[in-house]
């Protein structure tokens, strides 16, 4: 499995940017999709995820960035977006998409099996 993220860069506060992570390779879509990011001196944290349950997908947010962030996929072209509006500095971090073979512990980075190289956020205030 391959991960791809793009769609990083320098904005100011306030405003909008959204990643995408387009996957190749062998993935079942009831795996999760995640991203996490990891800000400089930080560990790496959970932002937001999708994941399959019996009931469907179910999208996942970090509560730092419910309301503001939102996560979505197109299976077609398996990949999934992160649309982030109302940036603040404090979302500045290296964003990566990732994968999970589990539905649950998706909050957890060590859960995640393969990864995206990684984009910078940059929010300047």
């Known amino acids: 499995v391959q991960l791809q993220a793009s769609g990083g860069g320098l904005v100011q506060a306030g405003g909008s940017l959204r990643l995408s992570c387009a996957a190749s390779?062998?993935?079942?879509?009831?795996?999760?999709r995640g991203w996490l990011r990891q800000a400089p001196g930080k560990e790496r944290e959970f932002v937001s995820a999708i994941r399959w349950s019996a009931s469907g997908y179910i999208t996942e947010y970090a509560d730092s960035v419910k309301g503001r962030f939102t996560m979505s996929r197109d299976s077609a072209k398996n990949t999934e977006y992160l649309q982030m509006n109302s940036l603040t500095p404090e979302d500045t971090a290296v964003y990566y998409c990732a994968r999970s073979p589990y539905g649950l512990g998706f909050k957890t980075p060590a859960n995640y099996d393969y990864w995206g190289q990684g984009t910078q956020v940059t929010v300047s205030s």
């Open positions: 390779g062998r993935s079942f879509s009831t795996h999760t």
